[in-house]
Nanobody, 128 residues
Framework: VQLQASGGGLVQAGDSLRLACQYS????????VGWFRQAPGKEREFVAA????????DYSGSVKGRFTIYRDSVKSTVYLQMNHLEPEDTAVYYC??????????????????????WGKGTLVTVSS
């Protein structure tokens, strides 16, 4: 599985941004996709996840209500819509796939260590 994240950039607090994760080589019948982020000097943390059907999603408490994860299967792309951005959202954002549980909730519980495939990150910088 190959993943390519894009859409990062420099925005002001309160702005919106949409990240995209285009994937290819997916041969599994079920999977879960997650977005993670890593700020300078901090560990990589869970942001959002969705099951392969997209009917189940989960979010970290810090982004719930502001971020939305969704998938366009025709375009083989998973998106992370980020609204009301805050300076604390500044980080490199990564998308990743998990094939063992295909559960958004389990992705959240296991965190980064539970993911099987990773793409390169895209930097999001939110100025105050």
């Amino acid at each position: 599985v190959q993943l390519q994240a894009s859409g990062g950039g420099l925005v002001q607090a309160g702005d919106s941004l949409r990240l995209a994760c285009q994937y290819s080589g997916l041969t599994f019948n079920s999977y879960a996709v997650g977005w993670f982020r890593q700020a300078p000097g901090k560990e990589r943390e869970f942001v959002a996840a969705a099951s392969w059907r997209g009917d189940s999603t989960d979010y970290s408490g810090s982004v719930k209500g502001r971020f939305t994860i969704y998938r366009d299967s025709v375009k083989s792309t998973v998106y992370l819509q980020m609204n009301h951005l805050e300076p604390e959202d500044t980080a490199v954002y990564y998308c990743a796939f998990e094939i063992s549980s295909a559960s958004a909730m389990i992705v959240r519980r296991r965190g980064a260590d539970g993911m099987d495939y990773w793409g390169k990150g895209t930097l999001v910088t939110v100025s105050s």
